[in-house]
T-cell receptor, first 116, second 109 residues
Framework: ETGVTQTPRHLVMGMTNKKSLKCEQHLGHNAMYWYKQSAKKPLELMFVYSLEERVENNSVPSRFSPECPNSSHLFLHLHTLQPEDSALYLC???????????????FGSGTRLTVV | KNEVEQSPQNLTAQEGEFITINCSYSVGISALHWLQQHPGGGIVSLFMLSSGKKKHGRLIATINIQEKHSSLHITASHPRDSAVYICAVYSNSGYALNFGKGTSLLVTP
């Protein structure tokens, strides 16, 4: 267990469903991230939150909607997804956005999402 | 074109072999990381480098800032080393990591 917990670990959803991914950390980190990992592609940064405020949205389609109610929790709400959205969705947290070292940068184990 | 390129994409080795994975990047960076991802999905950090060379057990990482190139070496490889190895960089202008596609390593007994 890394200190960043993601649920569920696996999710299968239809294209008309609405579901949410959850990420939780109690490391005292102030920044949280959503990454998408598709087969044969590098990890893609989707969203960045710092102190519960969204600071980056990397041209992600609106069918992905993040929410950060507090510094310990991050959600990714999903609706009307496409089969090409099937991927591993990884949450990460770091001490803050300014420090550029791995120290404190922690990944969760991910949610394996399959859209059918 | 991705800012971080890794080679090879896939690598199979026999137990005991010396392994090298390469990473090239095209931006100015403040730090480079070598990461390991096991089939369960979780990612852990192996090294953070900004210059020179680091060694941890059977793993050695080197970086050449002028050539924008880093290598990860595994000596006396073992089946438990089988994983995906990912190179990631902090660019001087960004605050999130840029990742390579990863190198999938399989070490057979």
């Amino acid at each position: 267990e890394t200190g960043v917990t993601q649920t569920p670990r696996h999710l299968v959803m239809g294209m008309t469903n609405k579901k949410s991914l959850k990420c939780e950390q109690h490391l005292g980190h102030n920044a949280m991230y959503w990454y998408k990992q598709s087969a044969k592609k590098p990890l893609e940064l989707m969203f960045v939150y710092s102190l519960e405020e969204r600071v980056e949205n990397n041209s992600v389609p609106s069918r992905f909607s993040p929410e950060c109610p507090n510094s310990s929790h991050l959600f990714l709400h999903l609706h009307t997804l496409q089969p090409e959205d099937s991927a591993l969705y990884l949450c990460a947290s770091s001490q803050d956005m300014i420090r550029k070292g791995w120290d404190g940068y922690t990944f969760g184990s991910g949610t394996r999402l399959t859209v059918v | 074109k991705n800012e971080v390129e890794q080679s090879p994409q896939n690598l199979t080795a026999q137990e005991g072999e010396f392994i090298t994975i390469n990473c090239s990047y095209s931006v100015g960076i403040s730090a480079l990381h070598w990461l390991q991802q096991h089939p369960g999905g979780g990612i852990v950090s192996l090294f953070m480098l900004s210059s020179g060379k680091k060694k941890h057990g059977r793993l050695i990482a080197t970086i050449n800032i002028q050539e924008k190139h880093s290598s990860l070496h595994i000596t006396a490889s073992h089946p438990r080393d089988s994983a995906v190895y990912i190179c990631a960089v902090y660019s001087n202008s960004g605050y999130a990591l840029n990742f390579g596609k990863g190198t999938s390593l399989l070490v057979t007994p």
